[in-house]
Structure formats: C-alpha cells, structure tokens
C-alpha cells in the first residue's frame, strides 16, 4: 500500500503564490503514476497535474502556464507550485499514487481571496 500526507495549504490573495507538498512512504517503487487533484464545494473532482514514473507530465487546462508538478524520489516527495492564483483555484487538493489501486491523501485547504 501507500500513504500520502499534503501540507501547504492555506489562504493567499489573488495573485499569490503557495506551494503544496505531498509526503509518500510505502511500496513507493510500484508506483506508476502520481498528480493532484482539487475539488471546489458543489463541483466534480478535477484534475490539477500528473506525473509518470517516465516523468511525463499533464496539466488540467485551467492551471497550464501557472502551475508546475515536480517530485524528488530521494526525498519521497511531490510537490505542486501554484503560481499566479485566482479565486476561483480555491478548493481541496488531493495528492494520488497509483499502485494498483488509486491511494489518496487527506486533502488539504486552498483559498484564494480577491
């Protein structure tokens, strides 16, 4: 299995900046794939970005050009640098890996205030 832990969520102003982390430890080598997803209240979970184990990359088209996935395998971690924030990026983000199954984080709060 795998557990996924985020951290750096919080309130910013439109036009900020935060940096969301995702701590991974378990059977790390089977993953295939890892990203981050975001869920606004009253809206379907969406993805945000993605990244294979070959390191190709995906954005969801509302955050292209303004945030960028990266991971740092000795670290165990993935993070997600959200640059340029609007209001409307407020939401729950979900870091996933899947290894298997799909494993999921708690979840951590980003608002975004104009």
């Known amino acids: 299995q795998v557990q996924l832990v985020e951290s750096g969520g919080g309130l910013v102003q439109a036009g900020g900046s935060l940096r969301l982390s995702c701590s991974v430890s378990?059977?790390?080598?089977?993953?295939?794939?890892m990203g981050w997803y975001r869920q606004a209240p009253g809206k379907q979970r969406e993805l945000v970005a993605s990244?294979?184990?070959?390191?190709?990359?995906n954005y969801g088209d509302s955050v292209k050009g303004r945030f960028t996935i990266s991971r740092d395998n000795a670290k165990m971690m993935m993070y997600l640098q959200m640059n340029s924030l609007k209001p409307e990026d407020t939401a729950v983000y979900y870091c996933?890996?899947?290894?298997?199954?799909?494993?999921w984080g708690q979840g951590t709060q980003v608002t975004v205030s104009s």
């Open positions: 996933y890996a899947d290894w298997r199954d799909r494993y």
């Open positions: 990244i294979t184990r070959g390191a190709d990359i």
């Open positions: 378990g059977m790390i080598f089977g993953i295939t794939a």
